[in-house]
């Protein structure tokens, strides 16, 4: 792979970057595709481990897409079983530590054989094709395990994040009908218990599909065993290592993974297993250019979709090592990503620009007094990048000498949708760009008639043609799959994220299409003027939104977070005003600027700007908050709002 070197310098805007066209092995890559989606995709799907190959490549009913119908074949086989006659059986599959230090490593013979018990044991226990398995385990090597057992007996898994409450726990399981739940006694997160098997027990009270609940013991106290209550252990070990893998349908559910909007009860993302493994397997080998010695850190949480694409099921059908992480960025010590990758020599970084941001507030000697210079590509996912923080990621972390693959995609897309592919070819660096669609991907930028835009003009994000990756409908809910998506804009897949195109064709993110102000009649992207915040010396990271305002409709209002060694002053204030008046015009003065240690987000990291809004507007939280990071602790979020509110406003 060839090194690349950025000497960009940000000027005015994206257009100011003096670049080379992309690389031809990639322009023509994805031209050919284009021409032949179908043929395209089938190509990609003949890389996976096939009971029976497809009748059909695409039975496409607009907006229902089928993919390889006719076909069997089994997820687990695609990650495990391929790797059992050959030499990476002995090559380490996942390496799990913990926040405190504790290393647990396996192999792939080790994790196959694991999988294989707990597979039995669940069949053993009436889990068959088609049923509903909850998972509500920490960051945990058993989690992976679990999904894996779930997939290789056709069992459908659903991972709920364990730092939700016993009400979203509840949601989803009703939602669902499961019949199992799995889960731990205990999580650990910045140095607290979270008692799992507590939040469970209340959550299944107000449940009636349960029939199990499986524990896995992590701490020494008693555990309080309930009539549907089994032990992992106990079950575990009087299971066979082989259980015989269920070939199933190509359009057979792998799995529901529920997201959620500001309104309403989460919505089930429903992926099947050929399309999705087709996408995932391919878009791994494009984006992160996989080789044999990668030791992959991707920092996702797998209740995450990305955990669940790029770090359980891509980097195991390719044969790469894993490193999971049960712990935070900054606990107990601002360095703990930087730490992991000297010790475990990562050859790849795949993390959120929130978690980027974290350690910007702090001094450059903590990064530089690690040795990782293992690391040979960089990745970002979750939300668009500023560029301050990719150039950054890029001469701070990466010394120059990584290139950065800024990922766009969604957990209805199922994997990579714009990406730099370093696995195909090498083409000039944007700071803060996706750079360009990967193959096979038909990507649009549309204005409110579903018109493609001129080059440098803001439009709606949308997919024009379907894609092996995508959602087959939202889990019971046809109606809400085809209103939510594929209504605004008719054929066309709605993404609900404004982009635009520069003169190189490359792609800029410009945030929700939801997340815009209206300031005096103008339209202001939320991440244009989180950026402009975060360009200022001393901030680390900004969530801004509106209020209402007599004289301008609306007014902005900024939550900012400082980096270390800074303090707030009215000084800074009038700065940040003066900073923001030229950086993005008079029209985007903020109205009152606001101080805080964080910000609310998911546990993608995405800031979850809504709830500043109702504060801010003293009006009551609405909508979904589960997806919210660490739930149990919302209290203490509260709390942060409500100091707020006695801030000096400007």
């Known amino acids: 792979m060839t090194e690349q070197k950025s000497s960009a310098k940000l000027k005015d805007g994206p257009d100011a970057l003096e670049i080379n066209l992309q690389g031809k092995a990639l322009r023509e890559m994805r031209l ?12 990609q799907a003949n890389n996976l481990v096939w009971n029976r190959k497809w009748d ?103 991972v709920v994040f364990s730092g939700f409450s016993s009400q979203a726990l509840t949601d989803r399981i009703n939602d669902s009908k499961s019949k199992v739940i799995i889960t731990a006694d205990q999580g650990i997160r910045r140095g607290k218990t979270l008692e799992l098997k507590k939040i469970v027990d209340n959550a299944i009270a107000a449940t009636a599909s349960i029939e199990h609940v499986i524990v896995l013991r992590r ?18 070990k009087k299971e066979k290592s082989y259980c015989k893998p269920e070939f199933v349908e190509s359009t057979h559910p792998l799995y529901i993974l529920y997201t959620s909007g500001t309104t309403g009860k989460p919505k089930g993302v429903l992926h ?36 669940h694409s790029y ?42 620009p929130t978690a980027l941001r974290i350690y910007m507030k702090h001094d450059l000697s903590i990064p530089n007094s690690f040795d990782m210079s293992s690391l040979r590509l960089l990745g970002t996912v979750g939300e668009a990048i500023n560029p301050e923080v990719w150039l950054w990621y890029f001469s701070v972390i990466g010394k120059e000498k990584c290139p950065i693959v800024d990922t766009w995609w969604q957990t209805e897309t199922g994997g990579t949708m714009i990406s730099q592919c370093l696995g195909i070819d090498t083409i000039p660096m944007k700071p803060g760009s ?41 889990w019971n809910n046809d109606d809400k799959y085809v209103n939510t998506y594929w209504s605004k804009f008719k054929g066309y897949y709605y993404s609900g994220d404004f982009a635009l195109l520069d003169r190189d064709n490359y792609i800029w993110l410009l945030g929700r299409s939801d997340d815009v102000l209206k300031i005096a009649g103008h339209r202001l992207g939320t991440m244009e003027l989180e950026s402009a915040f975060v360009s200022f010396d001393a901030i680390a990271e900004a969530a801004v939104i509106s209020k209402p305002d007599e004289e301008k409709g609306e007014a902005i209002v900024a939550f900012l977070v400082l980096k270390a060694g800074y303090k707030e002053s009215p000084e800074m204030r009038t700065d940040l005003v003066n900073h923001i008046r030229k950086t993005v015009g008079p029209i985007a003065t903020p109205s009152e600027i606001y101080f805080t240690n964080k910000l609310p987000k998911t546990r993608s990291g995405k800031i979850m700007r809504r709830l500043l809004k109702s504060i801010s507007t003293n009006s009551d939280i609405i909508g979904d908050t589960s997806t919210l990071e660490d ?18 406003k400007h």
């Open 272 to 307: 099947s297993t050929a399309g999705y493994l087709t996408h995932v397997h391919a878009t791994a080998r494009w984006v992160f250019d996989y080789n044999d010695e990668d030791i992959f850190f991707c920092t996702a949480d797998i209740g995450w979709v990305t955990g």
């Open 311 to 352: 770090m359980v099921y891509a980097p195991l059908m390719h044969g790469v090592t894993s490193v999971i992480y049960e712990g935070t960025p900054d606990f107990p010590t601002p360095d703990r990503y930087w730490a992991l990758i000297e010790k475990h020599r990562a050859t790849i970084l795949y993390t959120t």
């Open 219 to 236: 701490g020494t106290d008693e555990i309080k065993i309930n009539e549907k209550d089994l032990l992992w252990d106990e079950l575990v």
């Open 32 to 43: 050919n595709a284009l021409e032949n989606i179908e043929e395209f995709w089938a190509r």
């Open 434 to 474: 996706g750079t360009f669609p990967v193959p096979g991907v038909d990507i649009g930028i549309v204005d409110e008639k579903g018109a493609d835009v001129e080059p440098n003009n803001k439009g709606y994000l949308v997919i024009k043609r379907p894609w092996p990756g995508m959602l087959m409908t939202l």
């Open 56 to 158: 059909k490549i695409l039975d496409w009913n607009p907006p229902f897409a089928k993919w390889f119908t006719g076909g069997l074949l089994n997820a687990s086989v695609n990650c495990l079983d391929k790797h059992i006659n050959n030499n990476t059986k002995n090559k380490a599959a996942i390496i799990w530590e913990s926040e405190s230090g504790d290393v647990r490593t396996f192999t792939y013979n080790q994790l196959y054989v694991q999988v294989n018990k707990f597979a039995n044991a669940l069949r053993n226990l009436g889990i068959k094709k088609g049923d509903r398995v909850i998972i509500y385990l920490p960051m945990v090597p058993e989690l992976p395990i679990a999904l894996l057992a779930c997939s290789r007996i056709g069992a459908i898994h659903i």
């Open 631 to 648: 739930e149990a602790s919302i209290e203490e979020i509260k709390q942060v709002y409500r100091d707020f509110q006695g801030i000096t």
